[in-house]
């Protein structure tokens, strides 16, 4: 049962453009959601957050979107830069619980 | 502050043998995670640990086991290894449980021949 999930495995966009990573999960009780970046060889880094109580957080160039009826949150990288090329992991989890759940990941390409 | 610290960076290792991955933090964190990291299927709960002293299965649990002697410390240990854990394992932390920020180590690269 995968509670959260990055439909896309990859996706190609070019410099300057927006990039859109989208993430779906199942479970009603998450109320807390995270995005996590990572470079080949080292450990995910921790990018943006949205707690249920909102739809939208934003940090600079990344805005995480929320759609709590459609149980779908989105990031937004604006605008893209080739240093953004990384994998990004959604999770969710509930601010009682003991754990985060991650999608499987989605690969960002910045092309010059 | 190094944060989290895992060892081995890489380790090859026979079937069969027993292994430990160390991951220490210096974050005074209450909870502690590990991860394997398998192409297609993201990041997958082991193991966690809420404080010193508690631990709790996740989502693939067989084979591994952990254990929480103080703050600071979550060894992962492989009983006898198999090539299915072959993997990249990352230990995380974070201040409180639940849906809090969590902080991952570098991993450990494991292959089991």
């Known amino acids: 049962d995968q509670q959260v999930k990055q439909n896309s495995p990859s996706l190609s966009v070019q410099e300057g453009r927006i990039s859109i990573l989208n993430c779906d999960y199942t479970?009603?009780?998450?109320?807390?959601f995270l995005w996590y970046k990572k470079y080949p060889a080292e450990g995910p880094t921790f990018l943006i957050s949205?707690?249920?109580?909102?739809d939208k957080n934003e940090d600079g160039r990344f805005t995480v979107f929320l759609n709590k009826s459609a149980k779908h949150l989105s990031l937004h990288i604006v605008p893209s830069q080739p240093g953004d090329s990384a994998v990004y992991f959604c999770a969710g989890g509930e601010t009682s619980g003991s754990r985060l759940t991650f999608g499987e990941g989605t690969q960002l390409t910045v092309n010059p | 502050i190094a944060g989290i610290t895992q060892a081995p960076t890489s380790q090859i290792l026979a079937a069969g043998r027993r292994m430990t991955l160390r991951c220490t933090q210096d974050m005074r964190h209450n909870a502690m995670y590990w991860y394997r990291q398998d192409l297609g299927l993201g990041l997958r709960l082991i193991h966690y640990s809420n404080t010193a002293g508690t631990t709790g299965k996740g989502e693939v649990p067989d084979g591994y086991s952990v254990s929480r002697a103080n703050t600071d410390d979550f060894p992962l240990t492989l009983a006898s290894a198999v090539p299915s854990q072959t993997s990249v394992y990352f230990c995380a932390s974070s201040r409180l449980h639940g849906a809090d920020t969590q902080y991952f180590g570098p991993g450990t690269r494991l292959t089991v021949l």
């Open positions: 949205i707690s249920s109580i909102k």
């Open positions: 479970n009603s009780m998450f109320d807390y």
